[in-house]
């Protein structure tokens, strides 16, 4: 591939756009429209592609969906409940964890595979996760989809991280719900970026 590849000015306008449009949106805002397993699938190929210190590719997905999201939700509500007390307990959590689950069509459970020898630190590849995840939700954005990481109490408990397969070494990142939008796509905006910049030029 040459770097002429790269050179064609208007192909940056849609990746800006796609960066731009995408937006947080819970599962009880999505409609019942089935999400294609193809799409499923671009997402979680293009999370693979996120950058990766030392090579280590330390993320793993754990897809639910149809009937196993019932399972999932009866989990995540069984976990919440177990790690609160009678004081920190909230009924509205608790049930929005179960409601969640069934509200969208997919659920990928995010999780961190810790390299053996720890060479590569735990930021880098906590990081690397969250990079993947960000791949995930642009694409989602470019097909339509909104997306919610969620990483409460139970999505990343040491319970979760058992859940779905991943030993003592590694951890649960939470879960990235994904569904069609009812209705418009939302607006949001940000504040100005040049109060967050600062340019060093000498």
Not at 148 to 172: C, H, K, P, Y
Request: one cysteine or more; charged letters at 25%; a negative charge.
């Amino acid at each position: 591939m040459t770097l002429d590849f790269f050179k064609n000015g208007p192909d940056m306008l849609p990746v800006s756009q796609v960066i731009r449009n995408r937006r947080t949106i819970k599962p009880t805002q999505y409609s019942q429209r089935d999400v294609d397993e193809a799409i499923v699938n671009e997402l979680l190929e293009n999370a693979n592609w996120a950058p990766t210190h030392g090579m280590t590719e330390p993320w793993r997905f754990t897809v639910f969906c149809g009937d196993a999201r019932i399972r999932l939700a009866e989990f995540l509500a069984d976990t919440y409940k177990s790690l609160t007390t009678e004081e920190t307990f909230k009924q509205k959590k608790y049930d929005g964890m179960r409601a969640n689950a069934t509200c969208a069509p997919v659920v990928i459970a995010i999780g961190m595979k810790r390299q053996a020898s720890e060479k590569i630190s735990l930021l880098d590849e906590l990081l690397a996760v969250a990079c993947a995840v960000q791949n995930m939700h642009l694409t989602a954005a470019a097909y339509g989809l909104g997306g919610f990481w969620s990483t409460n109490v139970a999505a990343t408990s040491t319970q979760m991280r058992d859940f779905i397969g991943l030993e003592e070494n590694d951890q649960a990142l939470g879960l990235f719900y994904l569904g069609y939008p009812q209705g418009d796509w939302p607006e949001s905006s940000r504040g100005s970026v040049e109060a967050k910049v600062r340019w060093v030029r000498d």
